[in-house]
């Protein structure tokens, strides 16, 4: 991928979009989209980030604002014209039409000739792993089969961009992850520039180069995906990406740092992320793989109660009751030195570089 402070490929610029005149569903987005990087636009149903998509695509248009493609402006393009490939989520293939025909499709409209439309029709199937399967019709095909033959005739004709609307949604969770690594590999061997649209965390962190998180249409952050797991800037994005685990207090300030005082009087040091005063109610946030389990009498430990404990193949997930608070996640991992067991008395560790605490 190049380098994020390279000139961007497609540039938002105050962009908003309403659909009534009153509600934006689209707040002022000023966003970069880089050359050859792997974006996904993550948020909860009604964010924006479908919106968002549908304006790069050229099917909804802006009600303000502008976009650029290699720094012309693009906005009132129509789809055709933008050399964009697309696949959605229910794969949008001609039923009454072969694979090698609905691959070729693109290149048709395009007046390629028919000797080379023969040769990338095949090459492109060969890169989705279908070689062999020209002569068949989309119904003989399984969904997986399906979705590659959407993403073969979005590459056949050698797009700028690749843009895609939860495009795995309708797989099984098996096949979805394999699809998710395929995807991830395809891209780094052709260093298209892929927009990806999904709700499911996961998915994102798995594929992505960099993640914006929607919410109310807004980008809450925008990140590479260990900074954006590893240092949320909100709430908001702590609880969407990801597991965390909260306590609720308030800020207290000292020559030593940023503590959170809980209702039982126990101290969590962390990261003042929201540059809180002294004195404002907050919550401490933290991955539940970070907390670590100790003896419930050792100095500086968060006294809990194990509630439950769910065995899920890579870890162990305790549910735990802490005075006060809601109930606290923790994972362990298969190797950790002990097992609590349910409806034992033991010690959280909170490391303070790991707790974050937010407004």
């Known amino acids: 991928m190049n380098r994020i402070d390279s000139p961007p490929l497609v540039r938002f610029s105050g962009v908003q979009k309403t659909y009534d005149g009153q509600t934006l ?7 970069d989209i880089q050359r050859g990087e792997f974006l996904s636009l993550l948020g909860p149903s009604g964010s924006g980030k479908t919106t968002t998509l549908m304006m790069l695509a050229g099917f909804e248009s802006p009600t303000a604002g502008e976009i650029l493609l290699d720094g012309h402006p693009i906005t009132r393009t129509p789809p055709h014209k933008r050399n964009f490939g697309m696949v959605f989520q229910n794969y949008a293939l001609f039923p009454h039409m072969t694979v090698g025909d609905n691959v070729a499709y693109p290149l048709t409209v395009r007046k390629v000739a028919k000797g080379e439309i023969a040769s990338r029709v095949e090459k492109a199937l060969a890169m ?34 690749v843009l895609m609307d939860e495009p795995l949604g309708a797989l099984d969770k098996q096949l979805r992850e394999h699809m998710q690594i395929e995807l991830k590999e395809l891209h780094r061997q052709l260093g298209v520039t892929f927009v990806y649209v999904t709700h499911d965390q996961g998915e994102a962190l798995t594929m992505s180069d960099r993640v914006a998180v929607f919410h109310d249409g807004e980008i809450q952050q925008i990140e590479p995906v260990t900074s954006l797991y590893e240092t949320p800037v909100n709430r ?5 990406v990801g597991d965390s685990t909260v306590f609720e207090g308030h ?5 030593t740092g940023t503590t959170l005082r809980l209702p039982s009087g126990a101290s969590l040091a962390g990261v003042n992320v929201n540059r809180l005063a002294h004195g404002a109610a907050a919550v401490a946030s933290i991955r539940p793989e970070r907390i670590q389990v100790c003896d419930a009498a050792t100095p500086g430990c968060l006294p809990s109660l194990v509630d439950d404990l769910i065995y899920f193949g890579d870890h162990l997930r305790l549910r735990c009751t802490v005075p006060g608070q809601a109930r606290a996640t ?8 002990f097992t609590p ?8 560790r909170l490391p303070p570089e790991h707790l974050r605490l937010y407004a």
Do not use: H
Not at 251 to 255: A, F, G, L, T, V
Not at 341 to 348: E, F, M, Q, S
């Open 25 to 31: 569903v689209v707040r002022q987005l000023d966003l």
């Open 128 to 161: 989705v792993q279908l070689a062999g399967k020209a002569d068949r019709y989309p119904g003989q095909l399984s969904g997986g089969q399906q979705q590659r033959v959407a993403l073969a005739r979005a590459l056949v004709f050698g797009p700028q961009l």
């Open 236 to 240: 908001f994005v702590a609880g969407f």
């Open 251 to 255: 800020i207290e300030q000292s020559e």
């Open 330 to 337: 923790v994972k362990l991992a298969l190797s950790a030195p």
């Open 341 to 348: 067991k349910v409806g034992d008395a033991i010690g959280l």
